[in-house]
């Protein structure tokens, strides 16, 4: 099976040289691999940070296995030739609508957790992220007003069958983990929300057996810190899933440590931890691949039916926490590449 491999910029690099080890150890050669450049990196070298090359590789691969981008030496460039672009333009053109960010805590990890541990342990939910539409894709730009002042706008828009299909995940993933679906939105205010809460309503008939709640996204915020132990399955917005994504990491003990994967309708993936490139300490050594690491195993169970290697992974990173590796986001000393090694330990 072929994997598109993408580091992409600043700790990308470091996180993916620790899970191709890690990979190496564990499927050997039934998996082949295709570098590419992406992001800043594809920036520097050819001019621009989705070239075809890189785009053709993620199409013709089974997976695609995504380290981070983004490069400060890129915030002056127009937007659309930044490293962002690389990722939003993957998703676009792979019709990657359905982001999946799993925050399961570990409880060897429980005193690490922003959370008091009894709270901490209580954590195991899933947040279903749509990833093709909202304010991301909606047009943007900057105008002046009338009395001559600059004006940044970027619609935020949803049509029906773009909420229906992410909802339906929703249901779907709600139905095969513990049955209760809590729908994200801000009805109060915006009108896509309101479409958003009608929608899953309407759908909600097909799914008598999934529990389904609603909750404001600001409320949501404030109950992931209170109790998060009461989520099962949360679905919502592009925008809204950014942001509670990296709240949840927190309670499970660090950004360095929540996988993810982006699927398409036949579940064609990109996997991807859901930290950036980190510049503040890329090169140094220091980031968790933990993530990185989790979204290969994610990888095989999805997209190369390969279950039982992904849960030989996801048991080896248990017991490596268990025993006490901890990169410096954990509270520990260990170095990227000691903490890849203590997971080769236990495989
Ligand atoms: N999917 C992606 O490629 C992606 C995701 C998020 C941000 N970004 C981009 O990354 C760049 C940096 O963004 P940011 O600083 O807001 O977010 P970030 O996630 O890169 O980093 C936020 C903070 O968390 C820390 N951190 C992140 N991952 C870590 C890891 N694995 N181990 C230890 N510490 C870790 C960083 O050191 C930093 O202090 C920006 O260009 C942003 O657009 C890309
Ligand atoms: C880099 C950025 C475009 C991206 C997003 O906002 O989706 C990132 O924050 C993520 O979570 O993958
Ligand atoms: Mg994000």
Request: charge should be negative; charged fraction near 25%.
């Amino acid at each position: 099976m072929l994997i598109a491999l993408l580091p992409g910029d600043g700790i990308g690099l470091e996180v993916i040289t620790e899970t191709r080890r890690v990979l190496d150890a564990v499927c050997g050669d039934r998996l082949t691999y295709e570098e590419a450049l992406v992001g800043g990196a594809a920036y520097k070298a050819m001019g621009h940070p989705l070239p075809p090359e890189t785009l053709a590789i993620a199409r013709r691969a089974d997976a695609i296995l995504f380290g981070a981008v983004g490069d400060p030496d890129c915030d002056s460039l127009e937007r659309k030739l930044r490293p962002e672009q690389a990722i939003l333009g993957l998703r676009a053109e792979l019709g990657l609508f359905a982001n999946l960010r799993p925050a399961k805590g570990f409880k060897e990890l429980v005193n690490e957790s922003a959370l008091r541990p009894e709270i901490a342990g209580a954590i195991d939910l899933l947040i279903v992220r749509e990833l093709n539409g909202d304010v991301y894709f909606g047009e943007k730009g900057m105008r002046k007003t009338d009395a001559g002042r600059r004006q940044g706008y970027d619609i935020m828009s949803y049509d029906e069958d773009e909420v229906a299909r992410i909802a339906r995940v929703g249901f779907e993933t709600a139905r095969a983990r513990r049955g209760k679906l809590c729908s994200v939105d801000k009805a109060n205010v915006l009108e896509t929300s309101q479409l958003w809460r009608d929608v899953v309503i309407e759908l909600s008939a097909d799914y008598p057996d999934v529990e389904l709640s609603h909750m404001y996204v600001d409320n949501a915020a404030m109950q992931l810190v209170r109790n998060p132990g009461q989520f099962d399955v949360v679905v919502t917005g592009n925008l809204f899933g950014d942001i509670l994504s990296d709240q949840a990491s927190m309670c499970v003990g660090s950004i360095g440590l929540l996988p993810s994967a982006s699927l398409d309708a036949n579940a064609k993936g990109l996997y991807e931890p859901i930290h950036g490139s980190a510049p503040d300490i890329a090169g140094q050594g220091k980031a968790n691949p933990l993530a990185t690491i989790l979204s290969a195993a994610m990888m095989l169970r999805y997209s190369l039916g390969m279950a039982a290697e992904a849960d030989r992974i996801e048991a080896a990173v248990a017991k490596a926490l268990a025993g006490g590796a901890r990169t410096a986001d954990l509270g520990g000393t260990m170095r990227t590449a000691e903490m890849g090694e203590a997971v080769l330990r236990q495989l």
